[in-house]
């Protein structure tokens, strides 16, 4: 390792290994009734089969209870970050991406329909009148994943990062992760110049980054920035297989509901409604390269 600038440099091409007393997710004790085990933080099988080959990830002890946890998500958030576009457009050209994505969708299950993630496309009907006149609107999408479990993965994720960068080679232990888990929202490939995506990088661009973090050719990304005022506020932002997006904040709850008030909402346009039923859509804002300065250091080129 070397220091530049305050930052320290870690090699690319080896893993970093913590020697870590208590899970580097929930923070327990291990003892006889809590077992250790092995993580990679950035799973082989979530990013494409060989783009870990050489590359950089934190390997750190876990209680099995969260081993297991983090396991279960990453299964159909893998496969379905992966898959093309419903215009058959993958999120870049990589036979790696296109063999891999192909095979997990057959083998992996959506924890939203119970069946194969390739056989989880979803539909809906909605019927509609106006006097005389009765009308029919059918839609489709791809296999969708619950926010719930995104926002769950991404809570794992920044855990462990931060328990990386306040670890202590002393104590074998990392900082305790500070105050509460705020997810902003998340997008894919497709929608990351939404009004919520595009807020987070300017209101943060200017904090004080804690780390900046790209491995697995790039099918894995991780930044996390403080607020320079002084107050207990971390920002954090994923990127999984370079179609997912999940940002959001982690601190003091007074200091979170700040941030809130000047979250913008997503604007929807209802195009279709029932007794009971509605459908709303809002049209999806692709980002340009120049603009996208999500793991971007203040001052450094695109």
Known sequence: MSETGGWTDIPTNQPMRLSNQNCAYCGQEFDASLHKTKEHVVARRFVPKGSMDGAWNLIANACEPCNRAKADLEDDISAITMLPDQYGRYAVEDPRLKETAERKAAKSGSRKTGKAVAKSGETSTVEASSGSLKMSFGFSANPQIDQKRIFSLANFHWRAFFYMITYSKETQRGGCVPGQFMPVGNANR???????????????????????????????????????SGL????????????????????????????????????TTTIAQSPGRFVRYRKEIPLEPEDDTLFRLSGEGS
Do not use: H
Request: hydrophobic share 45%.
């Open 232 to 267: 207990e506020v971390w920002a954090w932002a994923l990127e999984w297989n370079q179609n997912q997006r999940v940002i959001g904040f982690a601190g003091k709850r007074e200091c979170l509901d700040v941030m809130a008030e000047d979250l913008p909402m997503l604007r």
């Open 190 to 228: 497709m929608d990351w110049g939404n009004d919520q995506m595009r807020w987070f990088m300017g209101a943060t661009d200017e904090w004080d980054p804690r780390l900046k973090l790209v491995t697995a050719d790039g099918y894995f990304k991780k930044s996390i920035r403080r607020d320079p």
